[in-house]
């Protein structure tokens, strides 16, 4: 493997988030963990990911922190720069986890199956 860590970012409650770590650690894989809460999310990474992804796949609307917010918040976020601005603010929107592959890859979500191929 590749002396670049896996980076994997989230939030440590998440139980998506510990199931991925679980799995990666089961892999002896490498992988350094960047806490959105505790570390926000740095906006270099989030452009990286929106120009692999888009901005839609990494907004989460079905989590609590999205049907918290309110209508008008919840409508600004409905192209990438509103999209954006919301998942700088607010962190726990967006879909978990993001993963920055040593291959360059940027997934989101777990899926144990897609992951081996980044290994």
């Known amino acids: 493997m590749s002396a670049a860590p896996i980076t994997l970012y989230g939030i440590p409650n998440c139980d998506t988030v510990k199931k991925a770590r679980a799995w990666l650690a089961g892999q002896d894989a490498a992988c350094t963990f960047h806490d959105f809460r505790k570390q926000g999310v740095p906006p270099e990474a989030l452009d990286e990911w929106i120009a692999a992804l888009g901005w839609d796949p990494l907004l989460n609307r079905r ?56 290994l």
Do not use: N, Y
């Not at 592959?101 to 777990?110: K, L």
């Open 63 to 118: 989590g609590t922190t999205w049907r918290k917010l309110d209508r008008a918040r919840q409508a600004a976020a409905q192209d990438a720069a509103g999209a954006r601005a919301l998942m700088l603010a607010e962190p726990s929107v967006i879909k978990r986890p993001v993963v920055h592959w040593v291959d360059g890859a940027i997934t989101v979500g777990f899926d144990a199956d897609a992951w081996r191929a980044h």
